[in-house]
T-cell receptor, first 113, second 117 residues
């Protein structure tokens, strides 16, 4: 079964600091790597996504870095804010007719005021 | 535009019972996926339906089943409930399979929290 491994499981950061969440995948037949953000009592929502032909994508304070040769990608949250406190899931989508989204195990981020 | 609606939001069942959860996707979305969320396990894929056909199925026992209707609404059923089935069950809709060919975005509902006693 295709896997996406995510770390750390939990992360505590001071306000204004940088939050970094890492993911690694095993299968090379992935064509899309999204990150989802989930607040308590809510469903996950797409935060930012990247395709494997791009090494970095930035949207505001959120940046995805992608290393195709290492099969790793990471989410960086700059100037972290208490409102960023949530659970973050990385995911990878397999390409082709059997297209399927596989999620990592999640990282619970707490940003202290 | 209304989001994904899941009912019921909370339910309590006892072991051995069965449960049916419902999901109404965003209007125009033809794909519905179901995920089980438990602490430490993340989002485990159950199955996906597109145009009333099951496209993919995750690694869950046959007690977990689903279907999709012609209006794209979907239901999932869990029979002979076990304690380990206690979880948040999330439904997600998208334009196409696994988010479609371009964006890949899934739109999640707020989930149905099932407690099995």
């Amino acid at each position: 079964q295709q896997q996406v491994k995510q770390s750390p499981q939990s992360l505590i950061v001071q306000k204004g600091g940088i939050s970094i969440i890492n993911c690694a995948y095993e299968n090379t037949a992935f064509d899309y790597f999204p990150w989802y953000q989930q607040f308590p009592g809510k469903g996950p929502a797409l935060l930012i996504a990247i395709r494997p032909d791009v090494s970095e994508k930035k949207e505001g304070r959120f940046t995805i870095s992608f290393n195709k040769s290492a099969k790793q990608f990471s989410l960086h949250i700059m100037d972290s804010q208490p409102g960023d406190s949530a659970t973050y899931f990385c995911a990878a989508r397999s390409e082709g007719s059997a297209r399927q989204l596989t999620f990592g195990s999640g990282t619970q981020l707490t940003v202290l005021p | 535009k209304a989001g994904v609606t899941q009912t019921p939001r909370y339910l309590i069942k006892t072991r051995g019972q069965q449960v049916t959860l419902s999901c109404s996707p965003i209007s125009g979305h033809r794909s519905v996926s179901w995920y089980q969320q438990t602490p430490g396990q993340g989002l485990q894929f159950l199955f996906e339906y597109f145009s009333e056909t099951q496209r993919n199925k995750g690694n869950f026992p046959g007690r977990f089943s689903g279907r999709q209707f012609s209006n794209s609404r979907s239901e999932m059923n869990v029979s002979t409930l076990e304690l380990g089935d206690s979880a948040l069950y999330l439904c997600a809709s998208s334009l196409g399979p696994a988010g479609g060919p371009n964006t890949g975005e899934l739109f999640f509902g707020e989930g149905s929290r099932l407690t099995v006693l």
